[in-house]
C-alpha cells in the first residue's frame, strides 16, 4: 500500500472513530418492569419450594442474563408508598405518602422528570395507584386506582377507555405498540410497565384458569405458626389464611345459581344484575363469566358437601390462594417474555437495560399469611432482576443490602444524569459493574406507618444489617431482634435473651444513626391515621 493510500485510509478511519466512539457510548434504553405484590419467593431464579410446581422461565431470563439481587428491600411495605419511593429517591415522611389513601405530589422531583429533561423520551403503562395524574411522562396510559381484571378502564391525557380483553396482555399490548410506533426512534427511552398482577384478588386469565389444576403446592414449614415469642403484633393483625379470606372474593366460592347471586348481593344492598362486584368480575363479559363459571364449577362442588375445619381448611384455603396467585404470575412471565423476545428482534436488547421488580413482597402462606406490611422477610424483600448485555456479567448475585430507594439514582446514574440532592439512596452502578473497590452500606433503615387501616398491622421502625434485624413497634412499644442464620424464618425473638445484648445495643444504635442521617423528624407521627 502507498504512503497517499495509507493516509486516505487513516483518515478515513479517524473520521470514523468519533462515530464508532458515539456508538458505544449511547445512552442506553431503560424498560422497568414492576409487578404488585409479587413475591421473590415464587420467582424459580429465587429457588425456594415452589421452583419447580410454578417456574417463571421468562423471568428468570433476566437472572440469567444479567444479576439477581439476594437482599433487595423496600423502605416500607406497602403499594403506593413504594410506588412514590422508587419514582423520587426518597422516603415516605419526605415524598408524603405514608399510606395508600394519600395522593402523591407530582410537582415534586422524580427521575423520570429528571430523564426527560436530559433528553430520554419516557412514558409509563399500566398501573399507577398514587392518585393524581402522572406527571414526567411523554405518554402516559394507566389504571385508574387499583384497576380491574378484566375489561379495565386505562385513563390517558385524552379521558377513560374500557378496553377488552384481560389486564395483563393489555398492558402488555399497549406496551409493545408504544416501543414500536408511538415513540420517536432518535432518543434513549424510559418505559414503566406497570402490572396490576398478581395483586388480590388473584385474577387469573382466560389462558391459565387451569394451570395447576391437578398439583399440590408445597407448604411453607409455618404454614401453621402460633405466634409465640415475639410481639404482640405478629398475633393481633388481620391478614390470616385461617380467618381472613372472603369466601366469594379471594377463595372464588359460589353457588352457580345467577339467583342465588343476586339475592346474595342484594343481602349487602347491591341492587345490580351483576352477580358479582364490578370491581371483582363485574366487566367480564357474557363469555369470558362462562369460562370463568367453567373453570370454578368443579372446584367448588368437590367441597360442597365436605366440612372442612381447622388444618384441613387452612390447607384447602392456602391450594386455592396459592394457585389463583401462581396463575396470575403466568401471564405475567408470558409479558416479560414477549418484551425481551422484542427487544431481540428489534436489536435493542445490547443497549437497553431492563429491570424486573415488585412494589414490596407478599407472604405465600409463611407465618400463616397473606399481604404485605411487616419487615419480616417475605415483605420486607422485594425481587430485583437486571440485564444489561456487555455491562453486567451474567449469571451473578450479590447479597449486598440494597433498597427501593436506590432505584432512581441508579437509573439515572446509567442514564450520566446527575442525581437530585435530596434524593436518599445510592446508585447501584459499582454493583451492577462489579468494581472491585467500592464501599456499600451495612444496615438499612424500615418505617411502616399504615394503621388503623387493613390488616391491622401495628405501626413500627427498624434496621437490618446482613445478619440481625431490629424492630420496634410503636404503638405498644414492643422490640423484636431476629439472628436471620440461626432463625431464617423468623419465629423467635431474642431481643431478651443476653447472648444477644451487645448486638441489641449496636442495632439500637443504628436505628437512632438512620432516623438522624434520613431526617425522620422527631414529632413524625406513630401511624397515618389511615381508616380512622
Not at 419467593?41 to 419447580?52: C, E, H, P
Not at 434524593?423 to 406507618?449: C, H, K, T
Not at 444513626?513 to 391515621?529: A, I, M, R, T, Y
Request: glycine share 6%; with cysteine; proline share 6%.
Amino acid at each position: 500500500m502507498s504512503i497517499p493510500q495509507r493516509g486516505l485510509l487513516l483518515g478515513a478511519l479517524a473520521a470514523l472513530l468519533p462515530c464508532i466512539s458515539a456508538a458505544s457510548e449511547a445512552r442506553p434504553n431503560i424498560i422497568f418492569i414492576y409487578s404488585d405484590d409479587h413475591a421473590f419467593q415464587s420467582i424459580s431464579a429465587y429457588g425456594g419450594r415452589l421452583k419447580d410446581v410454578a417456574p417463571t422461565p421468562n423471568i428468570d431470563r433476566i437472572a440469567r442474563n444479567g444479576i439477581r439481587f439476594d437482599r433487595a428491600t423496600v423502605t416500607n411495605s406497602i403499594c403506593a408508598p413504594a410506588r412514590a419511593v422508587v419514582l423520587t429517591g426518597k422516603y415516605s415522611h419526605l415524598n408524603g405518602v405514608r399510606d395508600n389513601a394519600t395522593t402523591f405530589d407530582g410537582s415534586q422531583n422524580t427521575f423520570p422528570k429528571m430523564l426527560r429533561e436530559n433528553g430520554y423520551e419516557t412514558a409509563i403503562i399500566g398501573k399507577w395507584h398514587l392518585g393524581s395524574d402522572p406527571t414526567g411522562f411523554d405518554h402516559w396510559d394507566v389504571l385508574p386506582g387499583q384497576g380491574l381484571y378484566y375489561n379495565p378502564e386505562f385513563k390517558t391525557k385524552a379521558g377513560i377507555e374500557t378496553v377488552p380483553g384481560y389486564v395483563t396482555d393489555i398492558t402488555t399490548e399497549k406496551s409493545l405498540r408504544w416501543l414500536e410506533t408511538v415513540r420517536g426512534k432518535d432518543k434513549p427511552f424510559l418505559l414503566m410497565m406497570q402490572h396490576k398482577a398478581p395483586h388480590r384478588p388473584w385474577v387469573s386469565g382466560p389462558r391459565h384458569l387451569y394451570f395447576l389444576e391437578d398439583q399440590t403446592i408445597p407448604e411453607p414449614a409455618n404454614l401453621f405458626d402460633r405466634y409465640e415469642n415475639r410481639a404482640s403484633a405478629a398475633s393481633n393483625q388481620a391478614m390470616t389464611i385461617a380467618n381472613d379470606f372472603r369466601p366469594r372474593a379471594d377463595l372464588k366460592i359460589y353457588d352457580p345459581s345467577e339467583e342465588t347471586q343476586r339475592e346474595d348481593l342484594k343481602a349487602y344492598g347491591v341492587e345490580n344484575d351483576t352477580p358479582w362486584p364490578k370491581w371483582m368480575y363485574g366487566n367480564m363479559s357474557d363469555a369470558q363469566r362462562r369460562l370463568w363459571y367453567a373453570a370454578y364449577k368443579k372446584r367448588n362442588a368437590d367441597i360442597a358437601d365436605v366440612v372442612l375445619e381447622g388444618a384441613d381448611l387452612v390447607r384447602w384455603q392456602y391450594q386455592a390462594y396459592l394457585k389463583d396467585y401462581l396463575r396470575t404470575i403466568r401471564s405475567i412471565d408470558d409479558s416479560v417474555g414477549e418484551i425481551l423476545n422484542y427487544l431481540i428482534a428489534n436489536g435493542l436488547e445490547d443497549n437497553t437495560i431492563v429491570i424486573y421488580s415488585s412494589d414490596q413482597g407478599f407472604y405465600l402462606g409463611e407465618h400463616g399469611w397473606y399481604d404485605k406490611r411487616f419487615m419480616y422477610e417475605e415483605s420486607f424483600r422485594t425481587p430485583l432482576l437486571m440485564q444489561w448485555p456487555g455491562r453486567i456479567e451474567p449469571e451473578t448475585s450479590t447479597s449486598e443490602l440494597v433498597s427501593n430507594l436506590d432505584i432512581a439514582p441508579t437509573l439515572l446514574d446509567i442514564a450520566r444524569v446527575d442525581a437530585d440532592p435530596h434524593m436518599q439512596g445510592l446508585s447501584l452502578r459499582p454493583i451492577l459493574e462489579n468494581e472491585l473497590e467500592y464501599q456499600w452500606r451495612d444496615v438499612l433503615y424500615y418505617r411502616y406507618y399504615e394503621y388503623p387501616g387493613s390488616h391491622l398491622v401495628e405501626p413500627h421502625e427498624g434496621v437490618a444489617d446482613k445478619r440481625f434485624k431490629l424492630i420496634h413497634f410503636l404503638i405498644s412499644d414492643e422490640w423484636e431482634l431476629f439472628d436471620l442464620i440461626e432463625d431464617p424464618m423468623e419465629m423467635r425473638s431474642v431481643y431478651d435473651d443476653p447472648r444477644y445484648r451487645d448486638i441489641r445495643r449496636n442495632l439500637e444504635s443504628h436505628l437512632e444513626k438512620q432516623k438522624k442521617k434520613f431526617d425522620v423528624p422527631s414529632n413524625e407521627p406513630l401511624s397515618s391515621g389511615f381508616g380512622t
